[in-house]
Structures are given as C-alpha cells and as structure tokens.
C-alpha cells in the first residue's frame, strides 16, 4: 500500500536559529532525494518528520493521520523508519540481535522489547531474511561493534527493516563508503523500492543522488529553493548558487 508523507508549512526554530522556513513536501511511492550545503536543515526535518523534534509551527501527515508530536516509536509504528548520519548499531548485540530488536516494536520503548519477541522462533526467521536481503548473513554472530562503517551503515538499515516501515529516512547512507560500496547500496536501495517501500534519501554525494533518486527536493538555509527531476535540479541556477556559495 503506498501512503502519503505531507511536510505543511514546517518550521523550526533553536533560540534565534531559524532551523527550517515553512518547508513544505510531499511524497509516496518514490526515490526522493534530499540535498542541500551543510546547515541547510535536511537532518532537522527528518527529526521532525521522525518525531525526534517537535516543529515550531506547521503539521505533518502521514496516510492522512496527522504525525507531528508523537513519540518516535509512535511513528515507527505508523509505518515510517529510519537510519541516522551517525550510525548507532547496539555495539554489545550481535547483527542478528540489532535486527532482532526490531521486531519488538510492540513493546517500546519499554525493555520488554528485548525479552517477549526477542528470541521468538518467528522473530529470527524474518531476522534472517533481512540480513540475507541486505547481504549481511555471514556477519550475523559477529559484535555490531567490529563491523566495517558500510557494514554498520547496512545494520542500520536491516534494523529498520525490522519493523516493517513503508517509508524510509535514510540519512547520508553513502558516508564513507568506496565506490563500490556505494554502488551495492544503491542497489539495495533500488530493491527496497521494488519492494514496495518508499524512500527519502539525505545524501552529500551528488553523484550518488543523482544516479539513485527519482525526484530531487534542495534545501537551503532552511528553505525550499528547488525540486525536480535530477537533471532539473543540476541545472538549476539557484542551486548551483546555493552550492557555490553566490547568488545565481
């Protein structure tokens, strides 16, 4: 079932920080990339679309609920998951267990998360399936804490798959990956979409986003300036200003 994300007139503000200006987006059923310089707002709207932060002013839907103030495994039980810039496996669990976490999303936040479903015979079948997906079976004894950053940056993914999202909130996948790294991933990318779940991707790799995302949305000092199809957007004189630091 493809639902629709609406962001109506967000805005967010840190003391005199105007964070985000009346952002507004919607999306389903898409590759939808997120761009824009450093400090232009991309992480601050997925924290608020994710339910990490409250907006300013403005409301999100999600098919057609509204989302905005609900606790984070709220949201991620409305269908809506996501990775961070800043890969936080459980680094004490193995991969196996970070994925079994996920299917205790019944009962969080609470600890019975890792005890009622943790183990459960049907929970480690579909744990098992999403680490040969995300083609981390070999690794799924091993301390998530010993991975390689592209393998943790996949952990991230396969724990959220996990809960069974059809929305995704991938926040700069590609950081510090090699090309080849970079190109297995857009690949299980590309599968997640077959698979009926949509994507939104933060990504400081231009050459990744370009060739991953089906439609583009800029940001800049928290503002929409841009949005369309990749080759739009590259185009753009707005973002090509907004990029190299001069008005366009």
């Known amino acids: 079932m493809n639902r629709l994300l609406e962001v109506q007139r967000v805005s967010k ?25 450093n400090g232009a707002g991309k992480t601050t709207l ?10 300013t002013s403005g409301r999100v839907h999600y098919d057609g609920q509204p989302i905005h103030g609900h606790r ?21 669990l193995t991969v196996m267990e970070n994925v079994l976490s996920g299917h205790g999303l019944s009962y969080y ?4 998360a890792f005890a009622e479903r943790f183990r ?4 480690e079948s579909a744990a098992f399936d999403i680490l040969e997906m995300t083609d981390l079976a070999a690794w799924a004894k091993a301390k998530a804490s010993s991975l390689p950053i592209g393998l943790q940056r996949r952990l991230e993914i396969a724990r959220a798959l996990a809960t069974g999202p059809q929305m995704l909130l991938l926040d700069e996948p590609a950081a ?11 690949a299980l990318i590309r599968k ?23 439609r583009i949305v800029v940001l800049a000092q928290g503002q929409i300036i841009a949005e369309g199809t990749p080759a739009e957007v590259q185009s753009n004189p707005a973002v090509i200003g907004a990029y190299l630091g001069s008005e366009a």
């Open 109 to 112: 936040p609470s600890w019975r």
């Open 120 to 123: 459960a015979p049907g929970s």
């Open 72 to 92: 984070p495994h709220q949201i991620v039980e409305m269908g809506i998951a996501r990775t961070f810039q800043i890969v936080r496996p459980f680094g004490d």
């Open 176 to 186: 510090g990956l090699t090309t080849q790294e970079g190109e297995e991933l857009a």
């Open 13 to 37: 503000r840190f003391g005199g920080l105007q964070a985000l200006h009346e952002v507004s987006l919607q999306t389903e059923r898409e590759i939808l990339g997120l761009i824009g310089p």
């Open 46 to 55: 997925f924290n608020v679309i994710s339910g990490f932060l409250p907006p």
């Open 192 to 214: 997640l979409y077959e698979q009926d779940i949509s994507l939104i991707v933060i990504e400081h790799n231009m050459a990744f986003a370009m060739g991953l995302c089906q």
